[in-house]
């Protein structure tokens, strides 16, 4: 059974850095790609970034381009997200999730099969 363990949200001001990450367990391994998805209260869950399983093929919003890196870590089985300027925009619940891959190689957009709790992240202005 996969499962996601999002950590590293918190509170920052608005300019700030915060690195998240995302602790896979139960198989997770070349047929995964992963990413990150965010829901803002009121609002549907929006795609933020993704990666497949080598780090050559990344995605990222438009909204989040150049500002936020993605990254994955694969003897750990795990995926970070480097988010930099924040803005107060950016507040949400960050969540992790992977697409089971069956052998195929991975494009965007990224359609998760499994999902993390999530992590909140706000940020002040």
């Known amino acids: 059974q996969v499962q996601l363990v999002e950590s590293g949200g918190g509170s920052v001001q608005a300019g700030g850095s915060l690195r998240l990450s995302c602790a896979g367990s139960g198989g997770i391994d070349r047929n995964y790609a992963m990413g990150w998805f965010r829901q803002a209260p009121g609002t549907e869950r929006e795609f933020v970034a993704a990666i497949g399983w080598r780090g050559g093929v990344t995605d990222y919003a438009n909204s989040v381009k150049g500002r936020f890196t993605i990254s994955r870590e694969n003897a750990k089985n795990t995926v970070y997200l480097q988010m930099n300027s924040l803005k107060p925009e950016d507040t949400a619940v960050y969540y992790c999730?992977?697409?089971?891959?069956?052998?195929?190689?991975?494009?965007?957009?990224?359609?998760?099969?499994?999902w993390g709790q999530g992590t909140q992240v706000t940020v002040s202005s």
């Open positions: 999730s992977a697409e089971h891959l069956y052998g195929s190689t991975w494009n965007p957009p990224l359609r998760p099969d499994y």
